[in-house]
Nanobody, 124 residues
Framework: QVQLVESGGGLVQAGGSLRLTCAAS????????MGWFRQAPGKERDFVAA????????SYADSAKDRFTISRDNAKNTVYLQMNSLKPEDTAVYYC?????????????????WGQGTQVTVSS
């Protein structure tokens, strides 16, 4: 069992930065692939970034490449999403997710556990 709690969201102007944090409970955190997803009002939950359980492999949605960085600290049971050069279209609720066995890390159904989400609002 893994419990996830996101923090770090907020209101920021376009071009600004935020760092989201996902704190996880559970002794086997290091064995999970971790992902970040986001969901805007009236839209589906979309993949943003993922990191392998070792942390040596990362993956990004095209919209996040070159602006966002996912990282993890297994000693602290924490995963981060550094978001730079934010745009109004990045506005959404951001969710952290954990997957023990994952075939396609880009789909929400691959993940076993989810956090409650944190709101990110980017003003123009």
């Amino acid at each position: 069992q893994v419990q996830l709690v996101e923090s770090g969201g907020g209101l920021v102007q376009a071009g600004g930065s935020l760092r989201l944090t996902c704190a996880a409970s559970g002794r086997t955190f290091s064995r999970y692939t971790m992902g970040w997803f986001r969901q805007a009002p009236g839209k589906e939950r979309d993949f943003v970034a993922a990191i392998s359980w070792i942390g040596g492999s990362t993956s990004y949605a095209d919209s996040a490449k070159d602006r966002f960085t996912i990282s993890r600290d297994n000693a602290k049971n924490t995963v981060y999403l550094q978001m730079n050069s934010l745009k109004p279209e990045d506005t959404a609720v951001y969710y952290c997710a954990a997957a023990f066995h994952v075939n396609d890390h880009r789909v929400p159904s691959a993940y076993d556990y989810w956090g409650q989400g944190t709101q990110v609002t980017v003003s123009s």
